[in-house]
């Protein structure tokens, strides 16, 4: 069970900027919620708020029924993927991959089934050997994901994911991420400025300004009432 739950959350920077605005907003278990809103609106605040990357000023984050205000990054049940996919350079792909379990120390044999099972899914076997440097865009992309799959989460963190690809991969890319959500039947939080992705993936859609949330609808009701 993983829901994810906000109850008047708010982030004010070291330099007075209210970046999240008494932020309320209950995603459920295996929801697909989209973040959508400009550059500056504080997508990124949020969701770095639920990971734990970002001290929350005010307020209570849940996930599932635990409190999580002091709860570091790493004990949240929760993986993140990154808008410039934050590999390794010196690292082979299964190393990228296998890293965050080496550091919680799982069985060896463990991190391999694991490592192999994502690779599988995201075509990646064939890459296990390589150094991210001899990949493309996309399938650099797919190591990202495939480290965060790895972790066997309860809640995926997507920040703006797709935003360094060509518009083919893109739409690629979308339809894997919505796959992978059905499969993994996992609760998806993902950021974007696309208006595409947020109405073809989203369950429902989060729609920030200046810091707050102005509106939560499904796809069909905003494309309705827009
Ligand atoms: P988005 O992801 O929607 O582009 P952000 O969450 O990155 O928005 O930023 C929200 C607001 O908070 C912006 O005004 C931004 O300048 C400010 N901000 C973001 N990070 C910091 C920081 N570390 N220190 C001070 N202000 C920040
Ligand atoms: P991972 O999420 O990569 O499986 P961890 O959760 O243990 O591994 O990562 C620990 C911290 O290091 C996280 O806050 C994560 O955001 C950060 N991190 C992971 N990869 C990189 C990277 N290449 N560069 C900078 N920070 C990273």
Not at 27 to 41: M, T, Y
Not at 53 to 62: A, K, P, R, S, V
């Amino acid at each position: 069970m993983a829901s994810v739950k906000l109850e008047h959350v708010y982030k004010v920077y070291e330099n007075n900027v209210t970046a999240i605005k008494d932020a309320n907003l209950e995603i459920k278990d295996k929801e697909f919620v989209v973040l959508v809103g400009p550059s500056g609106c504080g997508k990124s605040t949020l969701l770095r708020m639920i990971a734990g990357l970002e001290d929350i000023t005010q307020g209570n984050i849940f996930i599932g029924q635990k409190l999580v205000n002091d709860v570091p990054p790493k004990d949240r049940d929760i993986a993140m993927v990154f808008q410039n996919y934050a590999l390794y350079p010196h690292m082979t792909v299964f190393d990228n991959m296998a890293f965050g379990l080496k550091l919680r120390k799982l069985p060896k044999d463990e991190i391999q089934k694991r490592v192999h099972d994502a690779a599988e899914l995201l075509g990646l076997m064939e890459y296990l050997d390589r150094k991210p440097k001899a990949l493309s865009g996309g399938q650099r992309q797919r190591v990202a994901v495939g480290r965060a799959i790895v972790r066997q989460p309860q809640v995926f963190l997507f920040d703006e994911p797709l935003s360094n690809l060509d518009a083919k991969l893109r739409v690629q890319m979308r339809i894997e991420i919505s796959k992978l959500h059905q499969r993994l039947e996992t609760t998806m939080i993902y950021v974007t400025h696309d208006q595409v992705e947020a109405m073809t993936m989203g369950d429902r859609i989060v729609v920030l300004k200046d810091g707050v949330i102005q509106q939560v609808a499904s796809p069909l009701e905003l494309y309705n009432h827009p």
